[in-house]
């Protein structure tokens, strides 16, 4: 059985079977622990009954007034345990704890390859927010998608009404 627990600093010495996959983004571990002491809440494990981590997720709240909103900074689950929900249950996880935070919205990045990852938000219930063009780092960079999803608190629903025109990453806020 699954196990969905609090990510702890250990967990940086075990992740590497996750993190090895080229749709992964990968951030140096003052990155991490940065995470992890200011949004614990957050940043969450699956691990398998043998101990391994099956996959993560990893967030945080930010934003002023009706800009307050949870952010998915990376979801990823072990190509081993693809296809079993994981990434579902993680994102609803992080989807509650956004709720109890009174956000308006969830968001994400994800690069426009990403046609997999796209589909399973979609299906999540997020929409394609906008476009941020050359956001990932590359040869060449590639563009985002800037995908959303309304909390409970947004009733009018206005934090997810798709802008028309793609935006630079300096102008993302």
């Known amino acids: 059985m699954?196990?969905?627990r609090p990510f702890t600093c250990e967990d940086m010495l075990y992740f590497n079977n996750v993190n090895l996959d080229p749709l992964t983004e990968t951030y140096g571990l003052s990155f991490?622990?940065?995470y992890l002491a200011h949004w614990p809440e957050y940043f969450q494990v699956a691990e398998s009954p043998s101990g391994?981590?099956?996959?993560?997720?990893?967030?945080?709240?930010?934003?002023?007034?009706?800009?307050w909103h949870g952010h998915v900074t990376a979801l990823t689950?072990?190509?081993?345990?693809?296809?079993?929900?994981?990434?579902?249950?993680l994102m609803n996880?992080?989807?509650?704890?956004?709720?109890?935070?009174?956000?308006?919205?969830v968001?994400?990045?994800?690069?426009?390859?990403?046609?997999?990852a796209i589909n399973m938000y979609k299906n999540l219930g997020y929409i394609v927010y906008r476009t941020v063009l050359e956001y990932y780092s590359g040869?060449?960079?590639?563009?985002?998608?800037?995908?959303?999803?309304?909390?409970?608190?947004?009733?009018?629903?206005?934090s997810v009404i798709p802008l028309a025109h793609p935006v630079r990453p300096e102008d993302v806020d």
């Open 32 to 34: 991490y622990t940065q």
């Open 2 to 4: 699954t196990t969905i």
């Open 107 to 116: 968001d994400l990045f994800v690069r426009v390859s990403n046609k997999v």
């Open 52 to 67: 391994e981590i099956m996959g993560y997720i990893m967030g945080k709240a930010e934003g002023h007034g009706e800009n």
């Open 77 to 89: 689950v072990s190509p081993d345990y693809r296809r079993l929900g994981l990434a579902a249950t």
């Open 139 to 158: 040869d060449p960079d590639e563009d985002a998608y800037d995908m959303r999803k309304a909390c409970s608190r947004d009733i009018s629903k206005k």
């Open 93 to 105: 996880i992080l989807e509650e704890v956004s709720e109890k935070k009174k956000a308006y919205f």
